[in-house]
Protein backbone atom coordinates (compact mmCIF):
# COMPACT_ATOMS: atom_id res chain seq x y z
CA UNK A 1 0.00 0.00 0.00
CA UNK A 2 1.72 2.96 -1.16
CA UNK A 3 0.84 6.58 0.67
CA UNK A 4 1.91 9.41 -1.16
CA UNK A 5 0.60 11.53 1.13
CA UNK A 6 3.01 10.89 3.71
CA UNK A 7 5.67 11.96 1.29
CA UNK A 8 3.99 15.13 0.49
CA UNK A 9 6.81 17.94 2.14
CA UNK A 10 3.49 19.89 2.96
CA UNK A 11 1.93 17.18 4.89
CA UNK A 12 2.72 17.98 8.55
CA UNK A 13 -0.84 17.29 9.88
CA UNK A 14 -1.14 13.63 7.92
CA UNK A 15 1.75 12.88 8.92
CA UNK A 16 1.21 13.44 13.13
CA UNK A 17 -1.99 11.88 12.42
CA UNK A 18 -1.19 8.50 10.76
CA UNK A 19 1.59 7.91 13.18
CA UNK A 20 -0.52 8.78 15.69
CA UNK A 21 -2.66 6.25 14.51
CA UNK A 22 -0.63 3.32 14.32
CA UNK A 23 0.83 3.87 17.90
CA UNK A 24 -2.59 3.68 18.74
CA UNK A 25 -3.09 0.50 17.34
CA UNK A 26 0.69 -0.70 17.98
CA UNK A 27 0.60 -2.46 14.57
CA UNK A 28 1.55 -1.07 11.05
CA UNK A 29 0.17 -1.34 8.04
CA UNK A 30 2.88 0.21 6.24
CA UNK A 31 6.32 0.32 7.75
CA UNK A 32 7.70 2.63 4.90
CA UNK A 33 4.85 5.12 5.70
CA UNK A 34 5.29 4.82 9.22
CA UNK A 35 9.23 5.32 9.08
CA UNK A 36 8.66 7.79 6.38
CA UNK A 37 6.61 10.16 9.37
CA UNK A 38 9.62 10.13 10.94
CA UNK A 39 12.59 11.03 8.26
CA UNK A 40 11.09 13.96 6.09
CA UNK A 41 12.33 17.67 6.83
CA UNK A 42 9.71 18.04 9.88
CA UNK A 43 10.17 14.88 11.75
CA UNK A 44 11.39 16.92 14.86
CA UNK A 45 7.70 18.57 14.67
CA UNK A 46 6.20 15.33 14.25
CA UNK A 47 7.42 14.06 17.44
CA UNK A 48 6.60 17.02 19.35
CA UNK A 49 2.87 16.93 18.21
CA UNK A 50 2.72 13.13 18.83
CA UNK A 51 4.27 14.02 22.43
CA UNK A 52 2.10 17.07 23.08
CA UNK A 53 -0.60 15.35 22.17
CA UNK A 54 0.08 12.38 24.21
CA UNK A 55 0.04 15.00 27.14
CA UNK A 56 -3.23 15.77 26.79
CA UNK A 57 -4.96 12.15 25.73
CA UNK A 58 -4.70 9.70 27.97
CA UNK A 59 -5.21 6.82 25.56
CA UNK A 60 -2.41 7.96 23.30
CA UNK A 61 -0.30 8.42 26.69
CA UNK A 62 -0.59 4.65 27.42
CA UNK A 63 -0.09 3.85 23.85
CA UNK A 64 3.55 5.86 23.50
CA UNK A 65 4.71 4.43 26.92
CA UNK A 66 3.14 0.70 25.59
CA UNK A 67 4.37 1.05 22.40
CA UNK A 68 6.60 -1.65 20.23
CA UNK A 69 6.94 1.14 17.56
CA UNK A 70 8.83 4.14 19.28
CA UNK A 71 11.21 4.16 21.67
CA UNK A 72 9.17 7.06 24.09
CA UNK A 73 12.66 7.19 26.36
CA UNK A 74 14.48 8.45 23.66
CA UNK A 75 11.72 10.45 22.30
CA UNK A 76 12.37 12.01 25.52
CA UNK A 77 16.02 12.10 25.97
CA UNK A 78 16.89 15.50 23.76
CA UNK A 79 13.41 17.26 24.50
CA UNK A 80 13.15 17.98 28.43
CA UNK A 81 10.59 20.24 28.33
CA UNK A 82 8.37 16.87 27.84
CA UNK A 83 10.34 14.64 29.70
CA UNK A 84 9.44 16.91 32.35
CA UNK A 85 6.01 16.93 31.85
CA UNK A 86 5.42 13.06 31.16
CA UNK A 87 7.92 12.37 34.34
CA UNK A 88 5.76 15.05 36.56
CA UNK A 89 2.10 13.48 35.42
CA UNK A 90 3.78 9.88 35.85
CA UNK A 91 4.40 10.97 39.78
CA UNK A 92 0.69 11.88 39.95
CA UNK A 93 -1.04 9.02 42.41
CA UNK A 94 -3.44 7.20 40.06
CA UNK A 95 -6.79 8.45 40.33
CA UNK A 96 -8.44 5.12 42.42
CA UNK A 97 -12.16 5.51 43.80
CA UNK A 98 -13.20 8.40 45.65
CA UNK A 99 -14.89 7.42 49.52
CA UNK A 100 -18.75 7.97 49.11
CA UNK A 101 -19.99 10.32 50.27
CA UNK A 102 -24.15 9.65 52.14
CA UNK A 103 -24.65 7.00 49.81
CA UNK A 104 -26.00 3.92 51.17
CA UNK A 105 -26.05 2.90 54.62
CA UNK A 106 -23.76 -0.08 56.14
CA UNK A 107 -26.44 -3.22 56.38
CA UNK A 108 -23.88 -4.18 59.73
CA UNK A 109 -26.25 -3.20 62.70
CA UNK A 110 -24.33 -1.06 65.04
CA UNK A 111 -26.04 -2.61 68.26
CA UNK A 112 -24.91 -5.57 70.18
Given amino acids: MYLP ?3 DPGAHAYRVRYATANILRDR ?5 AFNACF ?5 E ?3 CAILRRGLKNPKLREALERSH ?3 LTQW ?8 EAYYATESKPTAGKAPRVGGRKSRRSTHP
Wanted: charged content about 30%.
Fill in 28 to 32: VVNEG
Fill in 69 to 71: LIN
Fill in 45 to 47: EVI
Fill in 39 to 43: EMDDA
Fill in 76 to 83: LAPRPEFS
Fill in 5 to 7: KVY
